[in-house]
């Protein structure tokens, strides 16, 4: 099955901009794979940020952003505060199949 | 308010089988895909099955078929994971999520002898 790559560790200091990546082993990421991107802080439920690569959640702060780079899915995160500092993780989802990728451990520093 | 709540979880020996329940809430069941998805101490997030909403397709990650089965009872509200010949790898929280904004608490899955 598809292989969904994401950089394992990212830093970006207080209000800093940071751009966290999704790639698919089985060619460009594009609308059709639904990318979703999910933050989850220790102890936490994974927490839904983006829908469908650049659509936010009622909930989701306006610093964060989706959209693609290049044949990838990415999450801009603009303006990063503290309470950022977590995992991110990203899905692609077509034909009934799911794929996580393996995470970013953002910190910020 | 949405609210999806798993139950089922124990710890079991190895070639254990469980039956992991997920009772849902707060929104139309019977309309919405719902899957699994599973989280290994200190690792990432795995999907593990996926149905969509009459249950006529089922969809599983590679590691898991033959011996994972997703089903749902929509009269009931509630989505389940049948796990069969469990295995130590299979030690897990296992979540409950509404494709893909909403996700329960988690039940924990805990495999050894």
């Known amino acids: 099955q598809t292989v969904v790559t994401q950089e394992p560790s990212l830093t970006v200091s207080p209000g800093g901009t940071v751009t966290l990546t999704c790639a698919s082993s089985?060619?460009?990421?594009?609308?059709?794979?639904?990318p979703n991107w999910f933050q989850q802080k220790p102890g936490q439920v994974p927490r839904a940020l983006i829908y469908g690569a650049t659509n936010r959640h009622s909930w989701t702060p306006a610093r964060f952003s989706g959209t693609f780079l290049r044949d990838k899915a990415a999450l801009t995160l603009s303006g990063a505060q503290p309470e950022d500092e977590a995992d991110y993780y990203c899905?692609?989802?077509?034909?009934?199949?799911?794929?996580f990728g393996g995470g970013t451990r953002l910190t910020v520093l | 308010e949405v609210q999806l709540v798993e139950s089922g979880g124990d710890l079991v020996q190895p070639g254990a089988s469980l039956r992991l329940s997920c009772a849902a809430s707060g929104f139309t069941f019977s309309t919405y895909w719902m899957s699994w998805v599973r989280q290994a101490p200190g690792k990432g997030l795995e999907w593990v099955a996926g149905i969509n909403p009459d249950g006529s397709e089922k969809y599983y990650v590679d590691s898991v078929k033959g011996r994972f089965t997703i089903s749902r009872d929509n009269a009931k509200e509630s989505l389940y994971l049948q796990i069969n010949n469990l295995r130590v790898e299979d030690t897990a929280i296992y979540y409950c999520?509404?494709?893909?904004?909403?996700w329960g608490q988690g039940t924990l899955v805990t495999v050894s002898s």
């Open positions: 899905l692609l989802f077509k034909g009934g199949i799911s794929v």
């Open positions: 089985a060619g460009a990421v594009t609308n059709d794979y639904y």
């Open positions: 999520a509404r494709q893909w904004v909403y």
